[in-house]
Structures are given as C-alpha cells and as structure tokens.
C-alpha cells in the first residue's frame, strides 16, 4: 500500500460565476453559489488536490508536471479528464485507488448539500465504491486568507493499493 497527500488551493475572481455562464465545479459537481475560481484550468480545487495525492503516493511527481499552467492545452480543461487520466496512469504502474479522504476549507459555499453528489462524482472518477470517498466542509473561522473569504483550499489524503492482476 502506498499513501499520498496533495494540497491545492484558489482564491476567487472577481468575475461572478453567474456572468460565464458556468458554475464553478468542486468534485467535478457544479456548485451554482460558488464564486468563480482563478486557475488555468477549470480551477477545480478539490480534484486538483486529489491528483496530487495520487501522484504523490505513487511517486509520480505533481499535478504541475503532468499539466503544466504555462501549457495551452490545458487551458480551461476540465480536471475531471485530468483526474481520470491520473488515474489511468496509476493503473498502469500498478496500482488501484484504494480510498481518498478530502477536506474542503472555506467560508463560502456551504458544502453540506453537495457532500454526497461530490462523492458519488468521485468514486466514478476514481473507479470505487462511494464508500471510499470521503470529502468534508470545514471554515478557517475568519483567520488567514482562506477564512476570510478569498477562496479556497483542500487537503487530499490518498490510499493507493496493488491493482487486481
């Protein structure tokens, strides 16, 4: 077995989700009271945070050398296509998700009546059962940058074990 942790984290825009005509996605799951995140992709923080922690428990490097934010091609990408690619990835060197246990930190939105569409989402991309995926809400209680408002940050633990032959 093999432990990774990833850590992301993006401060909103000053642009409202509502004038793209997007919701900003966390966990691959729109999230319509979100503020819009800045990032060269879909700056979807919590499967960012995922990805490293993948990457990271099978020593394969960081999101940052798989899709670099200097590279085009990754401009705007959804990181659901990220993350199932990672995950193809581990595959081939060997390896299964085990489970991934995440911790969403930030004033706003509330996450509480997401949480459970955010798992299911996840267990897709990670190929397991929802039981294996944990994601939780927590606020910074008005300290730093995070806890007042300006965006958000995840910490992703993940279990990767020996894939099925």
Not at 72 to 87: E, I, Q
Not at 119 to 134: C, H, N, P, T, Y
Request: glycine share 10%; proline share 5%; hydrophobic share 40%.
């Amino acid at each position: 077995m093999r432990v990774g942790f990833g850590y992301d984290s993006h401060c909103f825009s000053d642009e409202p989700s509502s004038e793209t005509g997007a919701s900003q996605k966390l966990g691959g799951v729109p999230i319509p009271d979100c503020p819009k995140l800045v990032g060269h992709s879909d700056a979807d923080v919590l499967i960012h945070a995922i990805i490293d922690a993948l990457l990271g428990a099978a020593a394969l490097g960081d999101i940052g050398s798989h899709f670099p934010d200097d590279d085009p091609r990754w401009a705007n990408a959804n990181s659901a296509v990220l993350l199932c690619s990672v995950v193809k990835e581990i595959g081939d060197a060997g390896y299964a998700v085990g489970n991934v246990d995440a911790t969403v930190i930030c004033e706003m939105p509330r996450l509480s009546p997401y949480v459970e569409a955010i798992r299911s989402r996840l267990a897709g991309f990670l190929d397991v059962d929802e039981s294996s995926v944990s994601v939780k809400g927590k606020t910074n209680e008005g300290m730093d940058a995070v806890g007042q408002g300006l965006g958000i940050a995840v910490h992703a633990v993940a279990l990767l074990v020996p894939a099925e032959a």
